[in-house]
């Protein structure tokens, strides 16, 4: 890849936002963003897509309102929609404030995304070198030597990154050609932060010896990413045969595998399932916990918000689960068909001759405080909640947590499982059927 920057050079860079009928950049009032900005808008009549622009402030610096000032002059010039948000960029104790400002800015970007949707953002090649090499001291593996992809899914839509061919002083270079003014935050100037000392003193030593160190690292972190797509292929492989429809993980084929490969399908499950994956140490420490101890044993590995359970052989992957929920919520189902509890969306579909009566009135949500009896089935004995639902499988994190129909303060459905025989509707007698889904955690 040449060294200069123009609109055309990125207008071949096309592909990492095919298909998107909105361009979102991403402008911070800095060269690089300016620079993206600029180039689209010079390309919009070759560009299928409506261009629109967003600023994040964060309130974290005395300039921050002259920053947003000049993205809506530099929008309002180029005739370009400028979205701006404010937010809280706080770190939380022990965070980092770039790790802070980033998972901020992001999250509030989120909130415009949708499927037609393609997030621009102007990191370069220098950004990439300097993002591997921080990853090479953190001692990442190949997906954080792997550096920024050019293209990645993101809230409903995609992240795009056109600009990492090119390096800072291409950019720079075609900035000053063109005329454009931007602003320049200082704190890119405090050498406190690892990225800031890496870009002062590390790169520019290694260009002393290697001048096109750079270009290399960035390489080196495309090597990288083809490894990952590697590995997550085979893991992809692994996961086909070793889990269920639910991706629940069957440990007797994981113990199978070497100790590589198990670490490498761990990782893929849980990203699958949109957890960040632990560190090494932690990982090994859930294949010793789950493969090598006995099989009464219920172990529990967790970290930040995951737990992972085993229950009957199999690995369960989950957000760590809060105390089960207390008190009982009202319901009229034939005025309300849907309602929401904790962790859960219950649904009530009319029929005839089935499901929980109707004219019972009333019913009532609520969890397992112990205790509880249905009679499952004509002629069947009445029995403990408990009981017939270790018969059915389910595991005991999940019977504390699944919801539960109460008629009249008796237990009248299990959603999924059971309408006890007391409250079933009679031939002919309008009824309920209740479903009952999980509402999606969020692990961002």
Known sequence: MGETFSPQALLERKACWAGSRRLLVACSGGLDSSVLLHALHALR?????????????????????????????????LQISLHDCHINASPAPGESPEAAARKARYAAIATMMDARTCLLTAQHRDDQAETLLLQLMRGAGPRGLAAMPVRTR?????????????????????????????VEDPTNQDKRFDRNFVRHHVLPRLRERWPGAGATLARAAGHQ????????????????VMADQRLRLDIGALKALSRDRQRNLLRYWLDRQGFRPP????????????????????????????EVRRHQGRLYAMALLSPPPGGRYDWDPGNIPVIDVPGWRLRAEPVIGAG?????????????????????????????LKK????????????????????????AAVPGYWVCEDCRAGAGEPGFVIRAAPTEPDHD
Request: aromatic letters at 6%; glycine letters at 10%.
């Open 356 to 384: 929980v009566s109707a004219v019972r009135g009333s019913l009532q949500v609520g969890f397992r405080q112990g205790g509880e009896r249905c009679r499952p089935a004509p002629g069947a004995p009445t029995r403990e």
């Open 45 to 77: 009549d070759e560009i299928d897509a409506v261009i629109e622009a967003v600023h994040v402030h964060h309130g974290l610096h005395s300039q921050a309102d002259d920053w947003l000032s000049h993205c809506r002059t530099q929008c309002k010039d």
């Open 225 to 240: 990413a083809g490894c990952q797509r590697l590995l997550d292929e085979l893991a992809a492989q692994d996961l086909e």
């Open 388 to 411: 017939l639902l270790q018969e059915a499988g389910v595991p005991a994190w999940e019977r504390e947590r699944m919801p539960l129909i109460f008629s009249h303060g008796k237990l």
């Open 279 to 306: 560190g090494q140490a932690r990982l090994d420490a859930l294949i010793d916990g789950f493969c090598h101890s006995g099989g009464d044993a219920t172990p529990r590995v967790v970290w930040d918000d995951v």
């Open 154 to 182: 993101f809230a409903g839509g995609w992240h795009a990154r056109p600009l990492l061919d090119f390096g800072r002083e291409a950019l720079r270079d075609w900035a000053v050609a063109q005329g454009l003014s931007w």
